[in-house]
């Protein structure tokens, strides 16, 4: 895949993007505790692009999807959204009923192709109806319609009258990617598509999104953990840690040359499917900061092998280093943190 | 592979069969493989090719309705008798014995496979009052003794948590600590790291290389991650429906593989660096068939890129020597001329 080209225009925008959870009164009075899932997120990602975003379970990267896609209904923050005919609408602030018209334009994959699929319904029911309900087709269109989108995702037309369960996982997962598309969206949100899938199921997944981004120019934010699929599908990707995004760039620059020493320490963590490197991980300490409860100043200080006394007490903002490269660490650029191919000569 | 070494386990074309009202699903159909003491051996094969069922059968806990129909399991108990574990009473003292006190098993996900109304340290306990006979204030010193072993941090408070008290790195520490608090001479790991985070996995990869040099203990170790797979084993073995496709030294599976299967598998996972090769991923045709619907001849003839459509279609091909200790079920294996991992170097240089 090529990298996005200069002209690219913004198709979404978001902007100190806050989701909370909890801080309210339990039913004895007290006040639970609040959970900062996304905690200030801003990027913007351009039309046509795949937009990775990466961390471990825990790290808000669900919860900041969601919100995207107003599945969730964010605390704080915009996600300003460029419609096709033009103008900037933000959709964290919408009313339900003015949000309709964008919804048909964000669309969301999920994870599990089991339980995101109705049991109870045909595929023709389960695919169809989004674009009743839309009003984008009827009758015997809608029939058309679903028969070709099964055959867009690579499943027979006469599968439209069989339940869910009658597929595999990965020929669910093209049921969900057919739902996803029943709309002609422009944004698909795809949260861990291909993480729930048997390995020799999942390159045809990720080839299939692939070829349906190139035709219809979609724009993909993909949401998983495994830098293998994140590095080989995404032209830039957002490194998040407890809420926040601590490193955004291309991805190209990100794995030859990460900023942040968390990323460093994801690259190190996975295992080389080479028997003759023996990489050393950079092992972090304990465990994931809890979001309801965070540490002071960074942070990522409690984990990193880096942390000075300064990154104890102060907070680092997440800043521009060089152009279309951010990070949030104090010490970005003085340390030389190890890319892919340092990792990888370090095994020789 | 180290030939001075004894043979712990030897499993001889073991079948395990599920007879279910829709007919007879061959969850194992002829697997064999060796492990010596002290060995690392890893097998590899994704959801529903029989790895489990055969981790299970090892210890004789094959839930209903599935029954071992055919083959041995040859194991050295500690006083080096070799008992064959598939003639045992799966209820009878011998296998009981040998559970948790000879062959060890820690599973993939450790909430639901810890108790979550006991502490970690009365379960821990249980286990070793259940083989050794040491009184409860001494057990309860051991059990102290091994958290610490798998570097739990601070193991006398942990010891009186619950499960879910805890982290799922911890938890799953938790499980290795229980495995190991017998000093097993096998331990069985069904997926560990699986349900973790990359940097938790990380921690327990470590901790687990350091326990099997620290114990000697031989390990068998199902995932279907490769780069887990290259970084733990010495030795290979590939499922797919049931069988063994291919079993070898782990540089071998690497980078000199015989099967087409395994090939594939090598080349259909997006792996770090490879971006920069610009390679395509090439995905494996179609899905794993039906159980209930084995295919005629070769198993992965429907799914084989090599499939000639008649040797394949009608000929189920041998498990076979083709190699020093490297073996493969394909009538082709030695002409494909298939080709492994490129070395690291060039997958990275961009």
């Given amino acids: 895949m090529s990298s996005i080209s200069v002209q690219a225009e913004p198709i979404l925008s978001v902007r100190d993007l806050k989701k909370h959870f909890g801080g309210k009164k339990t039913w004895s009075g007290a006040v639970s505790k609040t959970i900062r899932a996304v905690d200030g997120v801003t990027f ?21 999807g969601r919100c995207i896609a107003r599945a969730l209904d964010p605390t704080g923050g915009e996600v300003v959204y460029a419609p096709k005919e033009g103008g900037a609408v933000d959709l964290a602030s919408l009313k339900p009923r003015d949000l309709r018209p964008y919804r048909q334009d964000v669309q969301m994959i999920f994870q599990d192709p089991i339980s995101s699929l109705n049991p109870r319904m045909t595929l023709l029911d389960i695919i169809g109806e989004p674009m009743v309900v839309n009003g984008l087709a009827r009758g015997e269109e809608v029939k058309h319609r679903v028969g070709d989108l099964l055959e867009r995702v690579g499943l027979r037309a006469e ?15 093209r049921i969900g990617i057919a739902r996803a598309l029943a709309l002609n969206p422009r944004v698909i949100v795809c949260d861990e598509p291909v993480s729930a899938l048997d390995v020799s199921v999942q390159a045809q997944i990720l080839n299939l999104l692939q070829d349906l981004q190139a035709e219809k120019n979609l724009t993909y934010l993909f949401i998983a953990h495994d830098l293998g699929v994140v590095e080989y599908l995404c032209d830039r990707v957002a490194v998040m840690y407890v809420g926040q995004v601590v490193e955004l760039a291309e991805t190209s620059d990100l794995f030859a040359r990460p900023l ?12 080389p499917a080479n028997p003759r490197a023996a990489r050393a991980p950079r092992l972090l300490e304990g465990d994931l900061a809890n979001a309801a409860n965070l540490p002071p100043g960074c942070h990522f200080h409690p984990r990193c092998g880096y942390c000075v006394e300064r990154c104890r007490t102060e907070e680092p903002e997440l800043r521009e280093y060089s152009p279309g490269r951010f990070v949030r660490c104090h010490r970005a650029g003085e340390l030389k943190l190890d890319g892919v191919a340092e990792l990888a000569e370090a095994d020789l | 592979m180290n030939h001075d070494r004894h043979i712990l386990l030897e499993i001889d074309e073991l079948k395990t069969h599920y007879h279910t009202p829709q007919g007879v699903v061959k969850a194992v159909e002829g697997a064999s493989l060796k492990i010596r003491e002290g060995q690392a051996v890893g097998v590899v094969g994704e959801s529903g090719c029989g790895k489990s069922v055969m ?13 071992i129909a055919a083959g041995t399991i040859r194991f050295r108990r500690k006083n080096g008798e070799m008992a064959d574990l598939t003639a045992m009473d799966s209820n009878g003292r011998a296998i009981r014995d040998i559970r948790g006190g000879e062959i060890a098993m820690i599973f993939q996900e450790p909430m639901s496979s810890l108790s979550p109304v006991h502490t970690i340290g009365d379960q821990i306990v249980e286990a070793i009052q259940l083989h050794k006979r040491v009184p409860a204030a001494k057990a309860r010193e051991m059990t102290i003794e091994i958290l ?3 570097a739990m941090p601070r193991p006398d408070q942990i010891i009186d948590q619950y499960p879910h008290e805890i982290s799922g790195g911890m938890r799953q520490r938790a499980m290795i600590a229980m495995a190991l608090s017998c000093e097993p001479r096998l331990l069985i790991a069904d997926e560990p790291t699986t349900a973790l985070d990359v940097t938790t996995q990380a921690q327990i990869l470590a901790l687990m290389r350091r326990l099997q040099a620290e114990f000697g203990m031989a390990i068998l170790f199902v995932t279907h991650d490769l780069g887990v797979v290259a970084q733990m084993t010495e030795y290979v073995v590939v499922m797919y429906m049931g069988q063994v496709v291919e079993s070898a030294p782990v540089d071998d599976i690497f980078f000199a593989p015989r099967h087409p299967y395994t090939h594939a598998l090598l080349h259909s996972i997006p792996r770090l660096g490879q971006r920069s090769a610009g390679q395509r991923l090439e995905p494996i045709r179609g899905t794993v068939p039906d159980p209930f619907a ?8 429907t799914r084989c890129r090599f499939n000639d459509g008649q040797r394949c279609v009608s000929e189920l091909p041998a498990l076979r020597e083709v190699g020093p200790d490297h073996q493969a079920r394909c009538h082709y294996a030695e002409t494909l001329g298939l080709s492994g991992v490129a070395a690291p170097l060039e997958r990275v240089s961009a």
Avoid: D, W
């Fill in chain 2, 294 to 301: 084995r295919p005629s001849g070769c198993p992965f003839h």
């Fill in chain 2, 148 to 150: 610490a072993k798998v």
């Fill in chain 1, 260 to 271: 942040h020493p968390y990323t460093e320490a994801l690259m190190s963590a996975v295992p």
């Fill in chain 1, 159 to 173: 599968y439209m009258v069989r339940y869910p369960h009658a597929f595999s996982g990965g020929q669910r997962q």
């Fill in chain 1, 44 to 64: 913007t990602i351009y039309e046509g692009e795949t937009f990775g975003l990466v961390g471990e379970s825990g790290c808000g990267k669900t919860t900041l």
């Fill in chain 2, 55 to 67: 981790l299970r059968s090892i210890l004789r806990i094959v839930p209903q309705p599935g029954k």
